[in-house]
């Protein structure tokens, strides 16, 4: 039987939009619609169990997971949220021991539910350039605790002269042009390797894909991922008035080898034509027996009989009577 004990993470739950998460530290209390809530009141008890305010309120104490985690970050940025990341993992194929790449880790999101499958022997490596974004998700991945499991790294990948990975997994895009890093992704994939891209709107998505077809990529999909609440009650169950509304488009594919010749091959198999004098038996005139005017019986103008003009009897006019 799990008991909450001091700097055990706890979610205080009243209800769907009315839920508080923390670590429980002794001294601390906090102060709500619904009533105080002492953390005090939480140690020695069961997780699952009923906490009543000063209101007469009561509030259940529940293990949080990491779906409570990513619901309830700072947002720095906009977030990928778990209806996606739930299929981006199914989808890819994460799991425990997996090298993942990430690029764009905004408010870590993406980052600490990845980092909670891959755990505890897989890693995440996720890149970013703004040092504002990067100092946001490291406090939400720590909050998450999954610091182990994550590093994170301050370098623009678009322009980098060198891959920092080699053999990854799976790689996941978040950022603006998605289209342009996919050279360097391909470089850092292992062969069938997987990728993930968040791409807001359908004019990324039709720029990636034709990115990703140049750059060798197979098993191509995109997709949109609609989430509809719906609130069951006796006799009246219905849809939801609260949701998410549109949030992302995803786009999916492996790397393939299409085999087919790169300009560079292309290139260097021009310059052996042109550079090495392939062994071309030199044309060495075969003996051809030279076309000795083969004795063409000149052509002698045939007698033609010239035509005299054959004596046409001049029609001469018939004497009319
Ligand atoms: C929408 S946010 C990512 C959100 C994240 N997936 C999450 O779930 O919290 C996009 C991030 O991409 C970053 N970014 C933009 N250009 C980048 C680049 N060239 N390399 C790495 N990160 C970049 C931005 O600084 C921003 O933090």
């Known amino acids: 039987m799990a008991k909450i004990k001091q700097n055990s993470p706890v979610l205080f739950f009243y209800n769907n939009s009315k839920k508080w998460l923390a670590k429980i530290s002794k001294n601390e ?44 970050i700072q947002h720095g940025t906009q977030i990928v949220y778990p209806k996606d990341i739930g299929y981006i993992i199914a989808r890819a194929g994460i799991g425990d021991g997996q090298k993942i790449l990430e690029i764009g880790t905004g408010s870590g999101s993406l980052t600490s539910f990845v980092a909670s499958v891959v755990k505890p022997r897989g890693h995440v490596y996720t890149f970013d350039v703004d040092e504002k974004f990067m100092k946001i998700a490291e406090k939400n991945i720590k909050k998450a605790g999954v610091s182990k499991y994550i590093t994170q790294h301050n370098l623009d990948l678009k322009t980098a002269k060198k891959m920092p990975l080699e053999d990854v997994d799976v790689a996941l895009i978040d950022l603006g042009d998605p289209w342009l890093v996919i050279p360097q992704i391909r470089k850092m994939l292992k062969g069938s390797g997987r990728l993930f891209a968040i791409c807001p709107t359908m004019n990324q998505l039709e720029k990636l894909t034709m ?56 290139e260097k198999s021009i310059t052996k034509i042109v550079k090495t004098p392939t062994k071309t038996t030199k044309k060495t005139p075969t003996k051809t027996t030279k076309k000795t005017p083969t004795k063409t019986t000149k052509k002698t103008p045939t007698k033609t009989t010239k035509k005299t003009p054959t004596k046409t009897t001049k029609k001469t006019p018939t004497k009319l009577s």
């Open 29 to 72: 209390s906090f102060h709500t619609h619904i009533g105080i809530l002492k953390h005090s009141d939480a140690i020695g008890k069961e997780y699952g169990s009923k906490l009543i305010t000063n209101k007469d309120k009561y509030v259940y104490l529940l293990e949080p997971t990491m779906y409570d985690y990513v619901m309830r």
């Open 211 to 266: 990115a990703l077809v140049e750059n060798e990529f197979t098993d191509i999909e995109s997709t949109e991922h609609i989430i509809r609440n719906i609130e069951a009650r006796d006799g009246k169950t219905r849809h939801s008035f609260q949701g998410i509304g549109h949030t992302t488009y995803l786009c999916f594919a492996r790397k393939a080898f299409f085999d087919r010749p790169t300009r560079k091959d292309m």
